[in-house]
């Protein structure tokens, strides 16, 4: 089982940056694939980015591609989500999950651990 606790989330002026931290426990960390989710205001749950178990394959949703880079830490048991040219459509509250599955899975029902989710907020 992994437990998972983002950090990192805030407010900050469109055009700005952040990164988000999703410390797991466990000594299991690497053989699950990491991903991030987003959900605002209202509306459904979105993808953002998942990344494979070694990290050395990564997949974005188009709306954040070029802009967002996740990245992990296996050492350290710890994912990240640098984001730059933050808008206020990124404004949400954004949770890491772990899935058992290979690859970067991009559908949120093939993730079996969720963190708690920590809110970013863009203003304009």
């Known amino acids: 089982q992994v437990q998972l606790a983002e950090s990192g989330g805030g407010l900050v002026q469109s055009g700005g940056s952040l990164r988000l931290s999703c410390a797991a426990s466990?000594?299991?960390?690497?053989?699950?694939?990491m991903g991030w989710f987003r959900q605002a205001l209202g509306k459904e749950r979105e993808f953002v980015a998942a990344i494979n178990w070694l990290g050395s394959s990564t997949y974005y949703s188009d709306s954040v591609k070029g802009r967002f880079t996740i990245s992990r830490d296996n050492a350290k048991n710890t994912l990240y989500l640098q984001m730059n040219n933050l808008k206020p459509e990124d404004t949400a509250v954004y949770s890491c999950?772990?899935?058992?599955?290979?690859?970067?899975?991009?559908?949120?029902?093939?993730?079996?651990?969720w963190g708690q989710g920590t809110q970013v907020t863009v203003s304009s």
């Open positions: 466990g000594r299991t960390f690497s053989l699950y694939a």
């Open positions: 999950a772990a899935s058992r599955r290979g690859g970067t899975p991009n559908y949120s029902p093939l993730y079996e651990y």
